[in-house]
C-alpha cells in the first residue's frame, strides 16, 4: 500500500476517502480536516479562548495537540473523578498534567472527591443512580462553571465521527427529539455573554485519531472507563462498524446527513432559563439546579 501522494509506504488506509496515506502526510491531512470542521461550522477564530475539556484519552489530547499546532488559543481543563478501580482517574490526570507540560499549556484540575468529600461512584452508590449519570451531571457543571469564570468563549470536546454516529444511531431508535436537536458539531452561544461548544474532530474517526497520537508519541490512557462496560452506546459503535467495513463512508453520510437536516428537530425558540439555582447562581430551569440537588448542595 502506498500513499497517494507520494507513493512512498502508507501507514493509514482510508477506504471511505478512497485514501491511503503516508505518516508525513497523514499529519498533515489530520490537521487540515480539523481546519475544514472548525471553518466549515464557523466553530471559532485565531482570537476566541478555547477550554479544551481533557480526558486523558486519545481523542482529547489530539484535539489539544492538533489546536495548539494550528495556532489557537487552548487552555486545559481536567475532571478527576475519583475512580479508583485501575487507577483510572489518577493515571489519567498524569498523563494529561505530563502532555500539558509538553505543549506549555495550562490545564486546571478539578478534584470532585476534593472538593465533596465523594468520588463520583460512591455518590452513584449513595443515590442508587447509574455512575455514568452521575458523571455526566457533575462533569457538565464544571466544565460550564470553568468557562464561565475563565470568560472562555468556547468548550471543545474530543467527540470524533464514531461518537457522534452511534449517538446518532441510539437517538434515532428510540426518536430520542431532545437529543435529536442538539448533536450538531458546533452550538453556538445562546445568550450574549456565554459560550459555544464545538467538536473540532467530528471528521475524523477513533482509529485516526489513534494513529495521530502514536505519530505524535502522545501518551494516552489505554483503558477503558470501568464504568463503561456493557455500555449501549458501545453496541451502536459495534453496528456501525460492521455497516462501515462493508459500506466505507457510510458513518460520514449518515452523521453529515443528519447535521444538514437538523433542523427538522430544532426546537424553536431555544434559550437559556432566565431563572437561576439558588445555591450556586448558575442558569436553572429549577430553583436547585441538577447538580446541587445531585450534590445535596441545598442541604448544607
Known sequence: MKCRICREKAIIGL???????????????????????????????KDSKILVA???????????????????NAHGLYINLGIKENDYSDESEELSRTFAN????????????????????DKAYSKKRKTCSVCGVTKRYYMNKTAREGNFDVIATGHNL??????LLGNFLYWKFDYLAKGAPYSPPLRKGEFAK???LILCTEKENTVYCLLQRIDYIQKECPYSKGATFLRWKHILNEIE?????AKQAFYLGYVKHIDIFKVQNEDMPDSRCKICDTPSWNEVCSFCALWDLNKK
Not at 476517502?17 to 480539523?34: E, P, T, V, Y
Not at 484519552?57 to 489546536?67: E, H
Not at 464514531?162 to 449517538?167: F, L, P, S
Open 245 to 249: 467495513e462493508n459500506s466505507p463512508g
Open 54 to 72: 481533557v480526558s486523558g484519552g486519545k481523542d482529547s489530547l489530539a484535539l489539544w495537540d492538533i489546536l495548539t499546532r494550528l495556532g489557537y
Open 15 to 45: 477506504p471511505q476517502h478512497n485514501l491511503a496515506l503516508c505518516a508525513d502526510h497523514f499529519d498533515n491531512w489530520m490537521l487540515k480536516r480539523a481546519a475544514k470542521a472548525i471553518d466549515e461550522f464557523k466553530m471559532f477564530t
Open 198 to 200: 464545538a467538536k473540532p
Open 102 to 121: 509538553r505543549i506549555g499549556k495550562k490545564l486546571q484540575v478539578v478534584n470532585v472527591k476534593e472538593l465533596h468529600g465523594m468520588s463520583i461512584p
Open 162 to 167: 464514531d461518537d457522534q454516529a452511534a449517538a
